[in-house]
């Protein structure tokens, strides 16, 4: 059974960053494709960001390029997103997740692909 926990969240002004880190249990799972959802408050969740089992390839959605990075840290078993640039906009639950068994490149973007969530870390952008 994989664990994954998420931490990191918090509260930042308009401009400021965090970084949100996402530890997993579970020796296979250092394998896995990883992602990132955010949940903004009265709306349903969505994709972030993803890697690839590979860490070669990477994916954003297009409110987060240039701002967001997500990294693998294999020691640790553990993937990260990098914030920068933070906006009122970016305020949501961030949950991590992690999907088995996928092509070595694939980087994923739809939820019902991902087989472990974390149970999610707020994060609040004040302006």
């Known amino acids: 059974q994989v664990q994954l926990v998420e931490s990191g969240g918090g509260l930042v002004q308009a401009g400021g960053s965090l970084r949100l880190y996402c530890a997993a249990s579970?020796?296979?799972?250092?394998?896995?494709?990883r992602g990132w959802f955010g949940q903004a408050p009265g709306k349903e969740r969505e994709f972030v960001a993803a890697i690839s089992r590979s860490d070669i390839m990477t994916d954003y959605t297009d409110s987060v390029k240039g701002r967001f990075t997500i990294s693998r840290d294999f020691v640790n078993n553990r993937v990260d997103l990098q914030m920068n640039s933070l906006k009122p906009e970016d305020t949501a639950v961030y949950y991590c997740t992690g999907a088995s068994g996928r092509n070595w490149n694939a980087v994923i973007r739809a939820m019902g692909e991902y087989d472990y969530w974390g149970q999610g870390t707020q994060v609040t952008v004040s302006s």
């Open positions: 579970g020796r296979t799972s250092k394998s896995y494709a």
